[in-house]
Structure formats: C-alpha cells, structure tokens
C-alpha cells in the first residue's frame, strides 16, 4: 500500500524560493510517473510538472524555467524545485504517483502541501 507525504511549502516573498518533497513509504518499481499538481481557490486543479521512471520530464508552460522536478530513487522521494515564484503560483501542491501494470493503471495521491506567495 502507497502512501505519499508532502513536506516543504509554506510562505514565501515573491522572487524568492521553496522546495517541496514528496517521499513515497516504500521502493516503486516498474512502470511509473510521478507529477506534481496545484490548485488555487476557484481553480481546478492543474498539472505542474511530471517525471517519468525512466527520467523523462514535462512541466507546465507557466512555470517552464523556473520549476524544476527531479527524483530520487534511493529514497523513493520526488522533488520539484521552484524559482522566481510569483503571487500566481499560490495553491495547494499536491503529488501524484501512476503506476501502469499490465492492463491496469492506479493513481495515487498525497494530501497536499500549502504555497503561498506574497508580499
């Protein structure tokens, strides 16, 4: 059973900088992406940036340059540095784990962590 926490937001002036974490409770193997998604108040919730198990990323046009998500395998735990970040980026983060079997596939989501840009 996977379970994924969260760790890293909090309140930052814009400009500044925050890194969020999101570790997985136990080894992933096989076939999988892990994403990192956002929702602010009065938004539906948007993808932000995803990693793939072979290492491919993608990210969101409104935060290309500024964002970047990486991973580590050892610690079975995702990351997604953020930079330059604007008042627009306030939302919850959440992460997402899909792992893809044979003729399945299953999402799994962390309970989110908070972002909050301003002055």
């Known amino acids: 059973q996977v379970q994924l926490v969260e760790s890293g937001g909090g309140l930052v002036q814009p400009g500044g900088s925050l890194r969020l974490s999101c570790a997985a409770s136990g080894t992933i193997f096989g076939l999988y992406t892990m994403a990192w998604y956002r929702q602010a108040p009065g938004k539906q919730r948007e993808l932000v940036a995803g990693?793939?198990?072979?290492?491919?990323?993608n990210y969101a046009d409104s935060v290309k340059g500024r964002f970047t998500i990486s991973k580590d395998n050892a610690k079975s735990t995702v990351y997604l540095q953020m930079n330059s970040l604007k008042p627009e980026d306030t939302a919850v983060y959440y992460c997402?784990?899909?792992?893809?079997?044979?003729?399945?596939?299953?999402?799994?989501w962390g309970q989110g962590t908070q972002v909050t840009v301003s002055s």
């Open positions: 990693i793939t198990s072979s290492g491919f990323t």
């Open positions: 997402k784990l899909t792992r893809m079997l044979v003729a399945a596939v299953y999402d799994y």
